[in-house]
């Protein structure tokens, strides 16, 4: 019952998300809003909207180091195993704006969290500083959007185009319909997802923050998944490497923001093994993007192998940590002594021996 609770939570999540998404982005274009805006904001943070609800959800039901456990791991997950999968089925051209702008704009967000953590608590303040910083860069991105050049308006008109008379939403009412049901779905989709996660959690004898760096924060990241692998599959190489980086940004700003704010005075805590481990996992991803997209401005097959291998490695650590199992030490000692040391040379030499080159669109 535990595994179809939360199945049948995450399909609502999914769900939720998709009409969520749906009806925002047709009322705001029948507004007259352009696509490009929307693009920006509705459809990018829509597919964070599991994230929020899983996260406030689980504030509201007391285990606030589900909150916090999802925004890290979904962030480590991103980059790691959706970029890893998306550049196994086509390499990933990187735009050079992303190069530019958003990656350290989200290493910034990465660092930002890693500061405002270290005293072991998110309160009411850092929480309104994430959030006031999320509506700061969502002005930034509209602001910005006025000087895209055409192709990219034609690109995001593509993507999201208003609803013709005659289809069946492009009726305000239905498109109101489909925003009501969209959230309605999130709030039961997270309700079920957090409570089978606690079940889960006890059920294997493991802590509510690891069941939420793994399972919950895989299972919110669905619709990146699904966007991402859809934009690799179609093509559309530089979307599927924009919708990580800010997703990640959205996550840290908005959907921490947003559940520190509903924590109330008493804020989220912050667990000692994540302060001293995984939110370092995700400034490390953050800042391991940086070299990679600058490479040859493109994710080419083997490095997002590389990006899949380590997400396993990291989960697989997090398991035998749980456990206390005999194999941690060897584990551990073999990563840190060998896998990693390896990994970074490699991508020095890369990075020496192969000069960056303008493929990436925006060059």
């Not at 597919?47 to 899983?54: D, F, G, L, R, Y």
């Not at 196994?88 to 290493?107: D, F, K």
């Not at 509903?262 to 400034?283: E, Q, T």
């Amino acid at each position: 019952m535990t595994l179809l609770a939360f199945l049948a939570g995450l399909v609502a999540l999914v769900a939720g998300a998709e009409l969520l998404v749906r009806g925002a982005s047709k009322l705001a274009l029948s507004f007259g809003i352009s696509p490009l805006v929307v693009g920006l904001t509705v459809v990018s943070f829509g597919t964070s909207a599991p994230e929020v609800a899983v996260s406030v959800g689980a504030v509201l039901n007391g285990t606030t180091d589900i909150a916090l456990g999802n925004v890290v791991g979904s962030n480590i997950f991103n980059v790691l195993f959706i970029l890893g999968l998306s550049a196994l089925i086509t390499p990933l051209v990187v735009n050079i704006q992303l190069i530019r702008q958003e990656v350290p704009i989200m290493i910034g967000a990465s660092l930002l969290l890693l500061a405002l953590s270290l005293d072991g608590k998110l309160g009411t303040l850092d929480a309104a500083l994430l959030f006031g910083l999320m509506l700061a860069y969502t002005v930034f991105l509209v602001r910005q959007s006025r000087h895209e050049t055409q192709a990219a308006q034609d690109e995001f008109a593509a993507e999201a185009k208003p609803a013709a008379p005659g289809d069946w939403d492009s009726r305000l009412p239905v498109q109101l319909l489909l925003i009501v049901v969209g959230l309605g779905l999130l709030v039961v989709g997270s309700e079920w997802l957090v409570s089978s996660a606690v079940s889960f959690a006890k059920t294997l004898g493991v802590s509510d923050v690891v069941i939420g760096l793994t399972i919950v924060a895989a299972g919110t990241s669905m619709p990146e998944v699904a966007t991402s692998v859809m934009a690799a599959v179609k093509g559309e190489r530089d979307i599927a490497v924009g919708n990580v980086v800010g997703s990640n940004t959205f996550n840290i700003l908005g959907c921490l923001g947003i559940s520190g704010l509903a924590a109330g005075s008493a804020g989220l805590g912050v667990p000692a093994a994540v302060l001293n481990f995984d939110i370092w996992v995700m400034l490390a991803v953050a800042l391991a993007c940086l070299p990679v997209f600058v490479t040859g401005r493109e994710i080419a097959r083997w490095e997002g192998s590389v990006f899949l291998l380590y997400y396993v490695a990291y989960v697989a650590y997090l398991i035998l940590a749980a456990q206390k199992h005999d194999a941690l030490g060897a584990f551990s000692s073999a990563m840190l002594g060998f896998v990693i040391p390896i990994t970074v040379v490699t991508l020095v030499v890369v990075m020496l021996r192969r000069p960056t080159s303008p493929k990436g669109p925006g060059a």
